[in-house]
C-alpha cells in the first residue's frame, strides 16, 4: 500500500516561500515519476510539475518554472516543491501523487495514488 504524507503548507505574504515535502512509502515509489498538482478554491486540479525516478527529467506548468522548483531525494523516498516568490494566485491545496509510469508526465489520470494534500494561502 502506497502512502503519501505532504507538509510544509502555511499561510504566507506574497513574494515569500514555502518548502512542500511528500513522505512516501510503499513498493511504487522507488521507479516511478512524482508529481505536484494543486486546487484553488472553486478551481479544478491542475498539474505544477513532475519529476521522474532518476532526477534527470523535470517539468512544469506554464509560467510555473523559474518560480517553483521539483526535487525528490530517493534515499529518503520524499519529493520537494520549493515555490519562490508566491502570488495569491498560488493559493491552492497541494498534492503529491505517484505516476504509474517512469516518464513523467501531465495527465492527472497517470498518477495511481495520492496524498491528502496541504494547504497553501498567499497574502496579498
Known amino acids: 500500500q502506497v502512502q503519501l504524507v505532504e507538509s510544509g503548507g502555511g499561510l504566507v505574504q506574497a513574494g515569500g516561500s514555502l518548502r512542500l515535502s511528500c513522505a512516501a512509502s510503499?513498493?511504487?515509489?522507488?521507479?516511478?515519476?512524482m508529481g505536484w498538482f494543486r486546487q484553488a478554491p472553486g478551481k479544478e486540479r491542475e498539474f505544477v510539475a513532475t519529476i521522474s525516478f532518476s532526477v534527470i527529467n523535470t517539468h512544469y506548468a506554464n509560467g510555473l518554472k523559474g518560480r517553483f522548483t521539483i526535487s525528490r531525494d530517493n534515499a529518503k523516498n520524499t519529493v520537494y516543491l520549493q515555490m519562490n516568490n508566491l502570488k495569491p494566485e498560488d493559493t491552492a491545496v497541494y498534492y503529491c501523487a505517484v505516476s504509474s509510469f517512469a516518464i513523467p508526465t501531465v495527465r492527472e489520470d497517470d498518477y495511481a495514488y495520492w496524498g491528502q494534500g496541504t494547504q497553501v494561502t498567499v497574502s496579498s
Open positions: 510503499g513498493p511504487m515509489f522507488s521507479d516511478n515519476a
